[in-house]
């Protein structure tokens, strides 16, 4: 019976780099966290460790399985991080919102809009002029106050007491306090 044929790789493999197996169970395990992955990332670098080419240049051969023990770990943490694709459902499946105001919003801006005019209307004229140029037409306030004839200071009250009444104007109002004993009464009967 003649002795089985030994290779010069297994010879190697079997000198230089099982020895070291304990530590590169436990440098695996300590990057990838998981005892049975770790046996896994060893057993896939045995595996490209004897597909290697120059397996007998390589110098240190414990450092040079480390490296690839770090190399298949990082590899398998990022295929883990890998997020797999769903498919979206169909476009008319999809619930789509419809942000085109209602009947009752447009309605409502627009008579929102004749309250702003019919205010703007009913301010004083230099006021009325001063809001309009300065916020609608975006005058500035030199070229404003030269073509009024007024001096900026008197400009910015105008423009002041503008805002100030378009405000009060537009601010609804509570019903005066001598009514609210008497809406009270009539709920109180109902």
């Known amino acids: 019976m003649t002795a089985p ?26 990057t990838v966290h ?4 770790a046996g896994d990332i060893v057993q896939d670098v045995y595996a ?13 051969p414990p450092a040079y399985v480390m490296r690839m023990i770090r190399n298949q770990s990082i590899e398998r943490i990022r295929q883990a991080r ?3 694709m769903q498919p979206l459902p169909a476009p008319a ?11 009752f919003r447009i309605v409502a801006a627009q008579s929102q809009m004749a309250r702003v005019q019919r205010a703007i209307a009913a301010l004083p004229e230099r006021c009325r002029i001063a809001l309009v140029r300065r916020r609608l037409a975006e005058d500035t306030p030199r070229e404003i106050a030269s073509d009024l004839g007024i001096s900026i200071s008197t400009f910015e009250k105008r423009l002041a007491r503008a805002v100030e009444l378009l405000t009060l104007a537009l601010t609804p109002h509570d019903p005066p306090a001598d009514a609210a004993p008497e809406q009270a009464r009539e709920k109180m009967l109902l």
């Open 5 to 30: 044929y030994v290779r010069p790789i297994d010879r190697w493999f079997m000198d230089e780099v099982l020895p070291h197996e304990r530590a590169y169970l436990d440098y695996a395990r300590r």
């Open 34 to 37: 998981d005892h049975d992955e």
């Open 48 to 60: 490209k460790l004897f597909t290697l080419d120059g397996w007998s240049a390589i110098a240190n």
């Open 82 to 84: 890998v997020v797999t």
């Open 93 to 103: 499946l999809i619930e789509i919102v419809d942000d085109t105001p209602d009947s």
